[in-house]
């Protein structure tokens, strides 16, 4: 072999390891996490066929597929779901557990993102992220890039928003329940001109609502993945401005991932993402759940057109981030939020087990017996929320009494309720006494909220709070199958099944980013990310 031919030679295998050591450096120049409210991975399967090939059937077959995540607590909602996604952690880490907790002082439920500090822009709500007590994806990308990336949320609410921007994000933007413009608030710096323009200007929700009518997309008898529906008449849905609960109305129709699209085609026209020296990021929130006029009716034509028109909005926006920074270029994170919430009422007959458990009835009968244990001299049980019941600790300080023995005689007295499944105490998940069958409350709580006595109801039990203008139904807040789908930045397909944890989501896109995990992240990111097979 001549020298010529050996440098050729010599040439190409430098030229392929430098080729392949760019394969395995390259972060992409745009994250867009597209994480879709109560997303039914069991759904995706039924309403399959009625699918295109470019938005749900492109993210199965050309992403790197997890058949399912888990989340590691029970009565997951929007905020904690959203909070354990961006931070890589629990609500016993990230503190929020829920979208509200209440407030015995001034005895009213408060949002968890309440603060106020700050004013709305285009709504008159007050909220930060300041009751994050970890950071965020987002957080970690200006950390690392000194600011320089962009990073941006948009959703339905301003839980999902908020939580998924994080407190260091330039903005996150919300549909106002009042109002119906996209809103903000003042903890964000700044509204981009184009937001401004698109409230104000021909293009806002409350100059083409008249005109929305939400009508069956596909004739009725395409809508056959359920054998339960009864009814043939076609549904018609129409928006008046002028009632109160217009907005929040649409929020649970496919409308609102249009205008949720509508935004983001802003952001990737006039934002600049993917131009920068550091990677962008871009939120965006889906709502796939149950329309609100129809949350008592789980197999319905209406579920089975929100999943159709969500996969043509699917694809709008996987191909206008494809025509504008190029999928090779850009990090698609999709996955969903691990429950999904209806109401269910039963004809006479049909309701299998269970009863009802009277929380107002519980409390009295428990501060009864410890005023018979302890003395009258005060109340010394606040009240219930959210499956809790919270002690009046300073009566039981001022009175010298030992907390941890208070809650113990007050656990072993709610044990003998009829419906109760378990109860344990806040000291018992302060001290790691805790077992598998309750890791969940010791995960999906934080103990600067959580109440002094946990209580988890038999199945089928029901919580009738004696309210005459409420009507006592039966709430299910199932798990549900989520599948989680990296895709683009040249990740390869291949569907993996295996279940993951949902605290696995962030740091694996903090690794694909080269940077730190959020700061109360535990775990590793995903094996198949991480190296190049």
């Not at 904690?80 to 609500?91: D, E």
């Not at 300080?397 to 709610?414: G, M, P, R, S, W």
């Not at 203008?469 to 291949?494: H, S, W, Y």
Request: charged residues 25%.
């Amino acid at each position: 072999m001549d020298n010529r031919m050996r440098k050729i030679i010599t040439s190409l295998i430098a030229i392929l390891v430098v080729t392949n050591l760019e394969a395995q450096q390259r972060t992409p120049k745009l994250v867009v996490c597209i994480t879709v409210d109560q997303l039914r991975g069991d759904y995706v399967e039924y309403f399959y066929n009625t699918f295109g090939e470019r938005g749900f059937k492109r993210l199965m077959n050309e992403g790197l597929v997890y058949n399912n995540i888990k989340f590691e607590f029970s009565n997951i909602d929007q905020a904690s779901a959203f909070a354990t996604l961006f931070t890589g952690s629990n609500p016993c880490f990230n503190g929020v557990s829920g979208g509200k907790y209440y407030d015995f002082d001034k005895d009213k439920e408060v949002s968890i993102l309440y603060d106020a500090e700050y004013l709305g822009n285009y709504t008159r709500e007050n909220y930060s992220p300041k009751k994050l007590f970890s950071s965020t994806i987002g957080d970690e990308l200006k950390i690392a890039s000194k600011g320089r990336s962009d990073v941006y949320a948009i959703a339905p609410d301003a839980e999902s928003a908020i939580l998924s921007a994080g407190h260091a994000a330039n903005g996150a933007f919300w549909m106002d329940d009042v109002n119906g413009k996209w809103a903000t608030t003042t903890y964000y710096k700044g509204i981009p001109w184009y937001v401004d323009r698109y409230n104000n200007g021909v293009e806002s929700l409350s100059a083409r609502l008249d005109k929305m009518v939400w009508t069956p997309s596909l004739p009725l008898e395409k809508y056959n993945a359920f054998p339960y529906v009864l009814d043939e008449i076609p549904f018609k849905y129409t928006f008046n401005e002028k009632t109160n609960d217009c907005f929040p109305k649409l929020k649970t129709t496919p409308f609102i991932n249009k205008e949720i699209n509508r935004l983001a085609l802003q952001f990737l026209e006039y934002g600049a993402f993917g131009t920068r020296s550091c990677p962008d990021m871009l939120s965006v929130t889906y709502y796939a759940g149950n329309y609100k006029g129809t949350m008592s009716k789980d197999y319905t034509r209406e579920i089975q057109d929100t999943y159709y028109q969500l996969d043509k909005d699917l694809e709008q926006l996987l191909d206008a981030i494809d025509k504008k920074i190029g999928l090779a270029n850009t990090l698609v994170v999709f996955t969903g939020s691990g429950y999904y919430t209806s109401e269910e009422e039963y004809a006479d007959g049909l309701l299998i087990n269970g009863g009802e458990f009277h929380p107002k009835r519980c409390v009295a009968l428990l501060n009864m017996y410890l005023m018979a244990m302890y003395g009258q001299q005060s109340s010394w049980v606040k009240g219930f929320y959210n499956n809790q019941i919270y002690l009046n600790r300073k009566a039981i300080e001022d009175a010298k009494l030992d907390l941890v023995t208070i809650q113990d005689k007050a656990a072993a007295f709610l044990m003998e309720f009829s419906g109760v499944q378990h109860v344990t105490t806040d000291h018992a998940l302060l001290a790691g006494e805790w077992n598998e069958g309750t890791v969940k409350f010791r995960q999906g709580t934080h103990h600067l909220k959580r109440g002094d006595l946990i209580i988890e109801l038999q199945p089928g039990w029901i919580i009738n709070n004696d309210n005459p203008k409420e009507k006592v139904k039966i709430i299910r807040n199932n798990a549900v199958i989520t599948p989680l789908v990296f895709m683009g930045n040249g990740l390869k397909p291949e569907h993996i099944y295996r279940e993951v944890k949902a605290t696995e989501v962030a740091p694996t896109v903090t690794h694909v980013l080269r940077i730190r995990p959020p700061n109360a992240s535990q775990n590793l990111p995903l094996w198949e990310l991480t190296i190049k097979r």
